[in-house]
């Protein structure tokens, strides 16, 4: 049996949310080129880190080791944002990290 995601958890309760999601976000808002999917992974991680919404987190470290961000930069990321959006949020990111780059082992 397939494991279930998030997105397919919350398509059976908002399916109109993840069609935006995956048409408007992930299709043109991702694909746009004004920037490399790198960046854009550097952005949301970062954003992700200092609003402290672990639960996305994951899934957009994930993406952003796809898009060729490093391990070690990730940590940086956590590091520097520990003095702008506090410590707690920068403890938890950081365990959120060890837990995505165990699983990509």
Do not use: C
Not at 33 to 56: C, E, H, Y
Request: no cysteine.
């Amino acid at each position: 049996m397939a494991t279930q995601t998030s997105r397919d958890k919350v398509r059976t309760v908002a399916p109109k949310l993840v069609e935006l999601s995956e048409r408007v976000l992930f299709g043109e808002v991702w694909e746009r080129p004004g920037l490399s999917k790198r960046d854009r992974s550097l952005i949301t991680v970062a954003a992700l880190v200092a609003l402290n919404r672990s639960d996305q987190l994951r899934g957009h470290l994930d993406r952003a080791l796809n898009n060729g961000v490093t391990r070690e930069e990730i940590g940086e990321l956590i590091t520097h944002l520990a003095f702008y959006s506090g410590w707690p949020t920068a403890m938890t990111a950081g365990l959120v990290a060890k837990e995505v780059f165990d699983q990509k082992k």
